[in-house]
């Protein structure tokens, strides 16, 4: 065990350089969050398909309960149960599109992971950065529980559980707990817990920060313990469940699955599920009692629970849905949780925007109009009105613009048309307009997927050390 705890410390000792100016030590808060222990008992596992590059490095790594998919490297790092995703890596050839300019790319890219430690994190290649087109890195950056890295070089850096950084080049920042950043570039930035910011510069800036004590009763993190609150507690209810499936090696689908869908082999659903047309599940999504339309996806870490999504409907990573109807091309942002009650259905109409991390939790019944933008906390009819928008009236906006506790300055319009643009973009890549033949995405292409294991020293003095591996076709 010596050997990780050896590289536990230089991990620790690099974020904590990176972050000096900071004044910010992450061991107080990272040691003993995951007992040593634990990254001996897992095997990590890596996808192959004929449409993923088939290219992994892991060199004096721990890699417990790991997924990787894609060109990746890993090395002196710890990654435990996380989602290491390259499925739209850019491939030698392409040409990047960013603002007038059209740039080749000059290499396979791949994902690289250094000196890192991350924790139940998802991370997702879809890079942005037209400076490192065929590199995209996180180096000297400790992620804690279910905290997302999308599309977001990071060096140096420390993400509270469930945060997330997406579309961000992030150096030397520490990101609070539940905080969401899309701010294109960052620096030594120390960033509250409960901070909604997405800023596109000369374009548009939303601002947004949840009351401390009300997002505490969420989730809480502090020194010497254990993510604590309703989020962590909702999840790890259900972990009996996704013990049992990562313990069996033939698995098939529990419930009916169209021939153009995909359920991920390592995804949980349970009876009295509908699976429509076109439909992408992926891995370590929790689905119950649920109807998906035609479309619609559930991406890593989501739940939904007794609900209807009427199709062509985006729940992001993290997203959990509990008790309610949304109709057609209603999009569920990042670590949102949406919670209606038996009696009390949370009903969202056509076309709206449920902003990244949004609370929804209600004892009454509530619906949301068709064509809103709602964020931060809402528990009753009061709170939608002060945290919601129709897009028509987010459009004509052309200046400041603020309501309840959230700033918005810029242009409107642009705002709602970046979110519909990326919106589009996911259903694209997730395949949800497949027509038999065309337009293929994820949905089409994972459905073959197989998966290789690979497991570390079970004792001496590498144990928990994931032997030095290439693996190519």
Request: glycine share 6%; with cysteine.
């Given at each position: 065990m010596k050997a990780l705890e050896n590289l536990f410390d230089r991990i620790v000792q690099r974020v904590n350089i990176n972050l000096r100016e900071l004044e910010f030590d992450v061991n107080p808060l990272v040691k003993d969050l995951v007992p040593f222990k634990q990254l001996v008992k897992f095997y990590a596992f890596y996808g192959i398909t004929p449409h993923h590059l088939l290219d992994f490095q892991f060199k004096h790594s721990n890699l417990a309960g790991s997924y990787f998919l894609g060109k990746c490297s890993v090395t002196n790092s710890m990654l435990y149960k996380s989602?290491?995703?390259?499925?739209?890596?850019?491939?030698?050839?392409?040409?990047?599109?960013?603002?007038?300019?059209?740039?080749?790319?000059?290499?396979?890219?791949?994902?690289?992971?250094?000196?890192?430690?991350?924790?139940?994190?998802?991370?997702?290649?879809?890079?942005?950065?037209?400076?490192?087109?065929?590199?995209?890195?996180?180096?000297?950056?400790?992620?804690?529980?279910?905290?997302?890295?999308?599309?977001?070089?990071?060096?140096?850096?420390?993400?509270?559980?469930?945060?997330?950084?997406?579309?961000?080049?992030?150096?030397?920042?520490?990101?609070?707990?539940?905080?969401?950043?899309?701010?294109?570039?960052?620096n030594h930035l120390n960033i509250g817990p409960g901070t909604i910011w997405i800023r596109s510069p000369e374009n548009f800036n939303f601002f947004?920060?949840?009351?401390?004590?009300?997002?505490?009763?969420?989730?809480?993190?502090?020194?010497?313990?254990?993510?604590?609150?309703?989020?962590?507690?909702?999840?790890?209810?259900?972990?009996?469940?996704?013990?049992?499936?990562?313990?069996?090696?033939?698995?098939?689908?529990?419930?009916?699955?169209?021939?153009?869908?995909?359920?991920?082999?390592?995804?949980?659903?349970?009876?009295?599920?509908r699976i429509g047309e076109n439909v992408l599940v992926s891995q370590r999504a929790f689905l119950q009692n649920t109807h998906m339309g035609k479309g619609a996806n559930a991406q890593e870490h989501c739940y939904i629970i007794n609900s209807r999504l009427k199709g062509f409907n985006v729940t992001a990573h993290g997203a959990k849905i509990i008790e309610a109807d949304l109709g057609q091309n209603v999009f569920v942002g990042f670590n949102s949780f949406l919670r209606g009650r038996p009696d009390c259905r949370l009903t969202i109409g056509d076309d709206s925007i449920v902003m990244p991390h949004t609370i929804i939790d209600i004892i009454k019944p509530l619906r949301i109009p068709a064509g809103h933008m709602v964020w931060g906390l809402i528990t009753n009819g009061d709170e939608l009105e002060a945290n919601s928008i129709p897009l028509s009236a987010l459009s004509k906006i052309n200046g400041s613009f603020t309501k309840g506790n959230m700033l918005f300055e810029g242009n409107g319009n642009s705002f709602k048309a970046a979110f519909q643009e990326r919106i589009q973009h996911i259903l694209e890549a997730n395949g949800a307009f497949y027509d038999g033949s065309q337009c293929e995405g994820h949905a089409q292409k994972n459905q073959n997927i197989s998966f290789n294991m690979i497991q570390p020293y079970p004792e001496g003095k590498l144990e928990g050390v994931y032997p030095t591996i290439r693996i190519q076709p």
């Open positions: 989602d290491i995703r390259g499925d739209e890596l850019k491939k030698k050839g392409d040409v990047f599109r960013y603002q007038d300019f059209e740039i080749p790319v000059s290499a396979d890219e791949g994902i690289e992971i250094e000196d890192s430690f991350l924790i139940k994190t998802l991370v997702h290649n879809f890079s942005h950065d037209p400076e490192t087109l065929e590199k995209f890195s996180i180096n000297s950056t400790i992620s804690t529980h279910y905290a997302n890295i999308h599309g977001s070089p990071t060096d140096g850096s420390f993400l509270g559980p469930f945060s997330t950084v997406d579309l961000t080049t992030m150096n030397d920042c520490v990101i609070g707990a539940y905080s969401y950043i899309q701010a294109g570039e960052i947004y920060r949840y009351p401390q004590q009300k997002l505490s009763h969420y989730i809480h993190f502090s020194a010497g313990q254990w993510p604590q609150g309703l989020f962590i507690d909702f999840v790890e209810d259900r972990k009996q469940a996704f013990q049992r499936i990562f313990n069996r090696v033939d698995i098939g689908p529990s419930v009916p699955v169209p021939s153009s869908a995909s359920l991920d082999r390592f995804a949980v659903i349970k009876p009295k599920t």
